[in-house]
């Protein structure tokens, strides 16, 4: 873990109830994991901490943009995101993080940092294919897709496929 971080939630003094919290990310959060993925970020978390007296339940808000490069043209562009998650803390005798759902603390632990399930919900809130909104709506002017575009093949009927041409015939 990492005991300078700012993403740390200290549960210890916390009576039994809900409990808020709200951090803030940037790119120097994402550069501190060496991820140099997204050009500019800026996402609001809220926590919401349920303290029962055996677990925690926590529920990740996270809402904001991420500016990224288009994975066809490689424009940067601004990707809004907005996610929910939930994690339950548990304590054991030993710690183990195994589960996506599921995080085991030890007994006697007063604190959670939260730095690592931020980084992951933030990059897994994006689609795996980032394709600009300008290319999707055909509004983007861009030399990379005149290039796709000239190399689309053409379509030709003269260059039909003859045996396709004669099962055709069996469908009559």
Known sequence: MKPNSKYKIEFAGLKIGNHQFNFKVDKKFFDRFSFS????????????????????????????RVNVNCDLTNEPFEHLIKHEAALVVKFGHEFNNEDDE???????????????????????????????????????????????????????????????????????
């Open 37 to 64: 993925d997204f050009n500019d970020v800026s996402v609001n978390i809220d926590i919401d901490l349920t303290k029962k007296s055996t677990l925690l339940e926590l529920n990740f808000i996270l809402e904001g």
């Open 102 to 172: 599921i995080l085991v603390l030890p007994h006697g632990e007063h604190k959670l940092y939260a730095d690592q399930y931020i980084f992951e919900l933030i990059v897994l809130s994006l689609p795996p294919k980032r394709i600009h909104p300008g290319v999707e709506d055909g509004s983007l002017k861009s030399e990379i897709l005149e290039i796709l575009e000239d190399l689309k093949p053409k379509e030709n009927s003269n260059l039909a496929d003859p045996r396709w041409e004669q099962l055709k015939k069996f469908k009559k």
